[in-house]
C-alpha cells in the first residue's frame, strides 16, 4: 500500500520541528556571568569575602539582573532584582520550588525538616500543616503569647541591660515555644531548646552560602574522611546533627510529658501541636510527622527573629533622630501612662516604617534568603536557565535598589509614608518585606514574625532610650560594623546602652 503523502509531510514537519526545538534550546545562552576556570568553576571568587558584594559587583559588571556561575559544574543562577525574583520564583513557582542541600540533609540529619526539602508531596503535606497556625487572618492564635513575651522582656531589660542579646533570644524563643509546643511563655524563659534552635540554624546558613559545602557540587567529596584536610564540612555536619537531634525531640517530648497523655490534650494550651493531635486523622495520626512540621517551625523562627531585632538596636543607635521621631508618634498617640499593644497597631505608621526599614537593612537570611532549585529548564529574557540549576537571591542588592528605594544606604523610615496624605505606602512596604522569600517557598512565619516585632519595638521605644554604650572609663563605644559572611550577618558585636525613659 502507497505510504500517504500527508502521513509523510507530516513525519517530515515533527522531524523538522523537533530539529528546530532542539537547536533553539542549545543555542540559547546562559546569563552572563564571570569567566569559569576547569574544574572550579567561579569559586575563587567566593573565597573570604561576603557573597553580597561579590554578587553586586558581578550585577554592576554585567549589567544583568541575572548572572550565571558555576561552582564546581553546578550552575547557579544570582536574581539580582525584584522583578526577576518576582517572574521566576512567584509566577513561574511550579517548577522553581524545589531545595538543594544533599549533605546537609542526610550527614546533618536535616532531613526530617521541610526548610530542606525538595518540593513534592512530603513537602506539600507539612508545609500545609502550618497554613492555618500562620494565616495572617487569624492573628489571635501568636498576639497574646508574642505580648506576653515582650512585656517580660522589657522586665529582664530594665533589670540587666547588659544581657539584651540574651533576653532577645529569651523572647523570641519562647514566644515560639509557645505557639508551637503550647508551653507557659513565662516558664520557658532561659530554655535550653532555645540554644539548640539557635545552633541548628547554623547548619542552614552556613550550608546556603554560595561554595561552601562544595560536597553537595561534587558529590564524591562525601567518602573524603573528616580528618582530611580541607573535609571540614564533615565535622560540621556531626556537630550540626546532634543539635537537630536535639531540636526535633526535645521540646516536643518535654511537651508530651507534661501534657499529654496518650491522645489526651486538654491541659495543654492551644498552639499548633495541640491543633494538629486534635485534627487526628491522615497524615495528623503520625506523631514523627507533627513533630518534624514543630521543629521546623521552631527552627525557622528563633534565630530569624533574634538577629532582625539586633538590627534595629543598632539603627537606632546610628539614627537617634528616628528614635525620638518614634517617641514622639508613641507619645502622641498612647501618651506615658501605659504600653503598647495590638490595637494601637493602625495607629501608628511610623512604627510600622521603623519596622520595615528594619527588615530591609537587617542582615540576616535577606542578604541571600534560602537558595532554590529548579526542577526543570527554563528560559528567561532569552537566557537559558538550565534544570538543576540553583537560584540564589541577592537580597542586598534588591532592597538598595535605587528604583525602589531612593537613597538606600540611609535608614529612613519616612520613605514610606507619603507625603500627600501622611499614610503608608503599602507597596513600598510589601517591597520592604521580600528577604521573607518568594512563591510557595515564602517563609510561613511572615506574618507571626511582623507582629512580634512590631510589638517588641513599639514597647521598647516606650520606655527605653537606646544610645552607644560606655565602657568602664566612660568612653562611648563605637558599634562595629563589620559583619561576617554568613546568611545572617549581624554586626561581629555591638553593645548598646539602653536607659529608661519612663517608669
Ligand atoms: C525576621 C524573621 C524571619 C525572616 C527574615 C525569615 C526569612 C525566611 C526566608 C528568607 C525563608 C526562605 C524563603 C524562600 O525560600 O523563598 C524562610 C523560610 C522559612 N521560615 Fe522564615 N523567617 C523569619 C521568621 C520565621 C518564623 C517566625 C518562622 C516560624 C514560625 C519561620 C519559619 C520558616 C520555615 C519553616 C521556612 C521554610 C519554608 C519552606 O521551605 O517551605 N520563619 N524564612
Redesign the pocket.
Known sequence: MPFPVELLFLCWSVTVLYILVRFNKTRRSLPPGPLSLPYIGNLRYLISRPNWFTYTEWYQKYDSDIVHVNIAGSSYIILNSLEAATEL?ERRSGIYSS?WGIHLRYAGRYKWS??LMPYGPE?KAQ?KLCTNM?NPNNPDEHESRELKATRIFLLKLHKSPNDLFQHLLDMAGST?LSIVYGFDVAAVQHSLHTVNAEEGAQGFLQASILGNFLVDDVPWLRYVPSWFPGASFQAQAQFWRKYMEKILHGPFDEMKNHFVSERNISGLESCFISQCLGKASGECDDEMFIKSVAA??YL??TD??VT?LKSFFLAMIQYPECQKKAQQELDCIIGRNRLPDFADRDTLPYIEAILHETMRRAR???QN??P?LVSEEDVYNGYRIPKNSIVITNMWAMMRDERNFKDPFTFNPDRYIRPADGQLDLDLLKRATA?????R??????H??LSA?WIAIASILSVFEISKAVDENGQVIEPSMKFKSTLQAPSQGHRVGIKKSVE
Open positions: 520564583l531545595r521541610f526548610v513537602w508545609r500562620f515560639i521546623s517551625l525557622g523562627g530569624t527573629t532582625t540576616i537570611l535577606t534568603g534560602l532554590h528577604g521573607f522569600g518568594f512563591g517557598r515564602i517563609c510561613p512565619g511572615k507571626m514574625a516585632m
